[in-house]
């Protein structure tokens, strides 16, 4: 399984940046999906995940600015970071818990990261 992030880049406080995060590989489901960040010298953190059910989780700090959303038919889930924040800077990372099957019909679950993505926002 393979995790493809998009969308990073240069944006001044107050602006909006799309990130988007396809899946790709032998997956029977994407069980829940979303986003990390990481800033130097921090841990990784939880910004946004999904379920297949469509529920979802927000950081405090993102609560309100951000939305995610995911496309079972493409294996892909999206972050719309409205109202960015100079503190929004941080390299992001999608995650997913994938339960994958192989010829014989074996199934397992594992986590699975994509490369992270920057995202500095300053002006």
């Known amino acids: 399984v393979q995790l493809q992030a998009f969308g990073g880049g240069l944006v001044q406080p107050g602006g909006s940046l799309r990130l988007s995060c396809a899946a790709s590989g032998s997956i029977f489901s994407i069980n829940a999906i979303g986003w990390h960040r990481q800033t130097p010298g921090k841990q990784r953190e939880l910004v946004a995940r999904?379920?297949?059910?469509?529920?979802?989780k927000y950081a405090d700090s993102v609560q309100g600015r951000f939305t995610i959303s995911r496309d079972n038919v493409k294996n892909t889930v999206y972050l719309q970071m409205n109202s960015l924040k100079p503190e929004d800077t941080a390299v992001y990372y999608c995650?997913?818990?994938?339960?994958?099957?192989?010829?014989?019909?074996?199934?397992?679950?594992?986590?699975?990261w994509g490369q992270g993505t920057q995202s500095p926002v300053s002006s």
């Open positions: 999904i379920t297949s059910g469509g529920s979802t």
């Open positions: 995650k997913a818990e994938v339960t994958t099957a192989d010829l014989t019909s074996s199934r397992a679950t594992n986590i699975y």
